[in-house]
């Protein structure tokens, strides 16, 4: 049997990177959060 997932950076970072975030709403409130947090890394 095999591994279900087979990370690939492009595709993550596509999915959870910053840009991503900051193109939706609700992704900049994320991003918003997680700054106001004090996150070491804000998005991937």
């Known amino acids: 049997m095999s591994r279900t997932y087979q990370p690939k950076k492009r595709k993550r970072a596509r999915a959870h990177g910053f840009l991503s975030r900051k193109k939706t709403s609700t992704g900049k409130r994320?991003?918003?959060?997680?700054?106001?947090?004090?996150?070491k890394?804000?998005?991937?």
């Open 30 to 39: 994320t991003l918003r959060n997680r700054m106001r947090k004090g996150r």
């Open 41 to 44: 890394r804000v998005a991937l």
